[in-house]
């Protein structure tokens, strides 16, 4: 059975960092793409940052770019974000996704295996 749990998020002021780390089992770690995501309110899920199964590739939403770094530990069978400058507008549910296919633009449809999601809320 695949499980994809996240963890790490919370609240945290304006400037602040925050760290999430997303686990997986039940799958070939290695194998699979990685990604993160997010979701505010009356907001569709965007691509926040998504990585290779090699790790020698990743992508960054503009928004984030410069401030949150994509990491993964293929012999932890974790992932990593690391987010630092949070903005209010970083405020939203954040999903940890696998998938089989790499595009240097990720698409949200090549992820088919999501986790239930870790709440990051950045107060101003």
């Known amino acids: 059975q695949v499980q994809v749990v996240e963890s790490g998020g919370g609240l945290v002021q304006a400037g602040g960092s925050l760290s999430l780390s997303c686990t997986v089992s039940g799958l070939t770690f290695e194998y699979y793409a990685m990604g993160w995501f997010r979701q505010a309110p009356w907001k569709e899920r965007e691509a926040v940052s998504c990585?290779?199964?090699?790790?020698?590739?990743?992508f960054y939403s503009d928004s984030v770019k410069g401030r949150f770094t994509i990491s993964r530990d293929n012999a932890k069978n974790t992932l990593y974000l690391q987010m630092t400058s949070l903005k209010p507008e970083d405020t939203a549910m954040y999903y940890c996704a696998a998938g089989l296919t790499w595009r240097p633009l990720p698409l949200k449809a090549d992820f088919t295996i999501w986790g239930k999601g870790t709440q990051v809320t950045v107060s101003s």
């Open positions: 990585i290779k199964w090699s790790g020698d590739s990743d």
